[in-house]
């Protein structure tokens, strides 16, 4: 069965999940995966940050998706309230998708301090020894503000740095960001994060609706 996605978000981050999401589907059931986010500047009357308009949006812009992932960060260690909310604006976009939320805990940078390796080498030391103060991996989802530990963590793993060089790297460290989310690997340490692990399954749920659903119209 072929998934075609799209993956519907607040900024510049989802593009670096794309790739991770494809292989999700992939490990979930699909025979074929492919995904996209939508392109909503091309729109001639903007949606803004209300998920209600980017899902009617979405449709508009891409009918034939049979599958939608909503990424959002909890901004709490609770995400609960993310999911209801999620759910309240799928039913009200009256377009009926099959979906998967993705939440991670606090921020998605959560996800990035799971590989201290990664980390040295985006930093341009992957030798190098100095502490990052890292969060145990067990601990990580009890973690608050990610976004500010790992840009901590980034700037210890590249010292000495001083100067110029100090203030180009800080001037990168989106674009450090970014990279270290698209080479994340999956599995592994991630597998010990709850809103991964409901990520996964929540998906693993998704592709069988949408397979029995294909069944059911062959």
């Known amino acids: 069965m072929r998934v075609q996605f ?13 790739d991770h999401l494809t292989s999700l589907c992939i490990a979930s059931g699909a025979s074929e995966a492919s995904g996209s986010v939508p392109p909503f500047e091309r729109l001639q ?6 998920l209600v308009l980017r899902l009617r949006a979405a449709h508009q812009l891409n009918p034939s998706a049979n599958l939608y992932f909503l990424h959002r960060d909890a901004d709490a260690s609770d995400a609960t309230p993310r999911y209801d909310e999620m759910t ?6 009256g377009i009926n998708p099959t979906y998967v939320a993705v939440v991670p805990i606090h921020e998605t940078e959560a996800w990035l301090l ?3 390796a990664a980390i040295r080498r985006v930093a341009g030391r ?9 969060p145990p991996l067990q601990r990580i989802e009890q973690t608050s503000h990610p976004k500010e530990r790992l840009e901590a963590a980034l700037l210890a793993a590249a010292q000495p740095l001083a100067g110029k060089r100090l203030t180009s790297f800080r001037r990168n460290i ?13 599995g592994g340490a991630l597998e010990q994060l709850e809103a991964w692990r409901r990520l996964r399954d929540d998906t693993v749920a998704a592709i069988t609706t949408l397979r029995t659903a294909q069944k059911a119209h062959s």
């Open 6 to 18: 799209l993956l519907i978000g607040e900024g510049s981050t989802e593009h670096g999940l794309i």
């Open 45 to 50: 009357v903007g949606v803004g940050h209300d």
């Open 88 to 93: 309240r604006a799928v039913r009200a976009s």
């Open 114 to 116: 799971t590989n201290e």
């Open 126 to 134: 992957p030798n190098g020894h100095d502490p990052l103060n890292l």
């Open 174 to 186: 989106d674009r450090r960001r970014q990279q270290l989310l698209e080479e994340l690997p999956l």
